[in-house]
């Protein structure tokens, strides 16, 4: 079946630093791939998407391309700061399915002022 | 525009004990999901459901899990009996349909002991 596979963590980085959290997928169709991000205490909200190869999806200075040669779906950005700590899902969902999303395990991150 | 609202946020029951949640998905939402979240683990869908009828339910495991929207609106699930390992975050979303964004409650933590 379909499954997501992201980098282990938690992630602790300095204010300013680059973020970078692998993610890799697999899929028998030709899925459209998701971050989604949970916050302390808050409900699980959706971050970016990209629906086909190449796509790039941003937002808040997150950045993921659609990497359909490599199976990814690595989420960046530039200078991270202390509100960006959070929990970070990548996900899958197979064409066709609508929004049956299949989600990796998580990777905390942690900013340091 | 409101949210979407479940309750109880904790709940500690022991072994062999009945449990429900409550959802109240966001207004004019007709797709109503509820996923189960155990710690280290990315959500995992239960059932799905497009107004009061169930659109995927092959993950709930129907011998102690049942769930309904009456009036496809409001949700419940149910456990009976509770086990150690139903220890989790039960998570509930909607949606306007099965092609559009979801929006996700702050889920319930369920504690077996």
């Known amino acids: 079946g379909d499954s997501v596979t992201q980098m282990e963590g938690p992630v602790t980085l300095s204010e300013e630093a680059f973020l970078t959290i692998n993610c890799t997928y697999t899929?028998?169709?030709?899925?459209?791939l998701f971050w989604y991000v949970q916050y302390p205490g808050e409900g699980l909200q959706l971050l970016l998407k990209a629906t086909k190869a190449d796509d790039k999806g941003s937002n808040k200075g997150f950045e993921a391309t659609y990497r359909k040669e490599t199976t990814s779906f690595h989420l960046e950005k530039g200078s991270v700061q202390v509100s960006d700590s959070a929990v970070y899902f990548c996900a899958l969902s197979d064409e066709g399915y609508g929004n049956k999303l299949v989600f990796g395990a998580g990777t905390i991150l942690r900013v340091k002022s | 525009e409101a949210g979407v609202a479940q309750s109880p946020r904790y709940k500690i029951i022991e072994k062999r004990q009945s449990v429900a949640f409550w959802c109240n998905p966001i207004s004019g939402h007709a797709t109503l999901y509820w996923y189960q979240q155990i710690l280290g683990q990315g959500p995992k869908l239960l059932i799905q459901f497009q107004n009061n009828g169930v659109v995927d339910d092959s993950q709930l495991p129907k011998d102690r899990f049942s769930a309904e929207r009456l009036k496809g609106v409001d949700s419940t699930l149910k456990i009976q009996p509770a086990k150690l390992e139903d220890s989790a975050v039960y998570l509930c979303?909607?949606?306007?349909?099965?092609?559009?964004?979801?929006?996700f409650g702050s889920g319930t933590q369920l504690s077996v002991l």
């Open positions: 899929a028998t169709g030709y899925p459209s």
């Open positions: 979303a909607s949606s306007r349909s099965t092609n559009e964004k979801l929006f």
